[in-house]
């Protein structure tokens, strides 16, 4: 029997608590965790996003018209919310019986929750209405990771979700160690435990503190190195084919720098003329270039909201700095190249 691509092994397992699944495959959470917290998350058919957006719904649709506005909204009670905020390190919150509030840290969808919860948009569960205890969505998520993806979570009072269909358990835990390598002894134990998980059907998905750090380092790293491997090269590539252009073009107006001075030009004039001449060569490429490159830091930035960046603005100063040093220096270089060359 399968019932929506999940078959009767996972269906029925489904009602099985992360503790007794782990239990069952031979990991006890007690002798390797401590201050452990769970939570359930529930969902109702009666509460899409369409229904959250109350008014503003023709309008997001017009918008946004590809996202999935029949999808359920996660909810969660405010007590085990709590439970799992303090753990975490998040702001805990209090609500009266006809309120909720809404969890979230993903830019784009905080701003259309935003929208609705100024309008003071209410929500129906189980027959009550709720209205927003906040005008906008505070920052919080469920799921742990080194992006920012909580896309909104329901916070409700606790008698709320009486009559709802459990839909996750989250669990929360601190390690019963003190150093990183006992820390990874007991995340490779867990890690080992996935086959025998999945042969009893089990749809646990785990994130420790240390895989989500070494899965941001590693992912940072490898577009860093990328990222100055092709662009130093081909900054360097650049401002060396500007130079030799320069200095050959030098060679062949040698003659003409000479009757300059034969005339009585003054040699700072003729300094600062082919300073100039070589200024121009350099920089009419690199406004070129910074035109294009604010066109693909916008979409960048748009991009990346979706990873939850915080700020593009180090990343441009440093590369503004880098981009300075190497293709000023060759600048310079040039220029006194061409000095000595046009005065022999």
């Known amino acids: 029997m399968e019932e929506y691509g ?6 029925n397992n489904s009602y099985i608590s992360i503790e007794d699944d782990l239990n069952s495959v031979g990991f006890n959470i007690n002798n390797y965790y401590k201050d452990i917290v769970g939570i359930n998350t529930y969902t109702t058919p009666n509460l899409t996003l369409k229904d959250t957006l109350g008014s503003t719904y023709s309008y997001m649709k017009e918008k946004y018209p590809f996202m999935t506005y029949d999808a359920v909204e996660e909810i969660v009670t405010v007590s085990d919310y709590n439970k799992a905020a303090k753990l975490l390190g998040l702001d805990t919150y209090t609500l009266d019986s006809d309120e909720y509030l809404i969890i979230a840290d993903y830019d784009n969808m905080v701003s259309v929750r935003n929208a609705a919860l100024g309008l003071n948009t209410p929500i129906i569960i189980d027959g009550k209405t709720y209205y927003p205890k906040y005008d906008k969505c505070k920052d919080g998520f469920l799921v742990i990771s080194n992006s920012h993806i909580n896309a909104g979570v329901f916070i409700v009072p606790d008698n709320a979700v009486s009559n709802l269909t459990v839909e996750d358990e989250y669990m929360y835990a601190n390690y019963k160690a003190d150093t990183e390598e006992e820390k990874q002894e007991i995340e490779d134990l867990l890690l080992s435990k996935s086959d025998a998980l999945l042969n009893i059907g089990s749809t646990i998905s785990a994130g420790t503190r240390l895989s989500i750090y070494e899965g941001s380092v590693g992912l940072g790293a490898l577009v860093t190195f990328i990222g100055l491997y092709l662009g130093v090269i081909f900054l360097i590539s650049s401002a060396a084919i500007l130079a030799l252009k320069e200095l050959s073009e030098a060679t062949e107006n040698k003659e003409r720098f000479k009757m300059l001075r034969k005339i009585g030009a003054d040699e700072k004039l003729i300094n600062k003329a082919l300073f ?38 180090l990343a441009i100063v440093l590369t503004a700095l880098l981009l300075v040093v190497i293709y000023g220096g060759y600048l310079l270089i040039t220029y006194y190249c061409s000095k000595r060359i046009i005065k022999e």
């Open 6 to 11: 999940y078959s009767e092994q996972q269906i």
């Open 276 to 313: 100039r001449q070589i200024a121009i060569f350099f920089l009419a490429p690199l406004v070129i270039a910074i035109i294009h490159s604010i066109f693909g830091i916008m979409f960048c930035n748009y991009i990346l909201e979706t990873f939850g960046n915080e700020s593009l603005l």
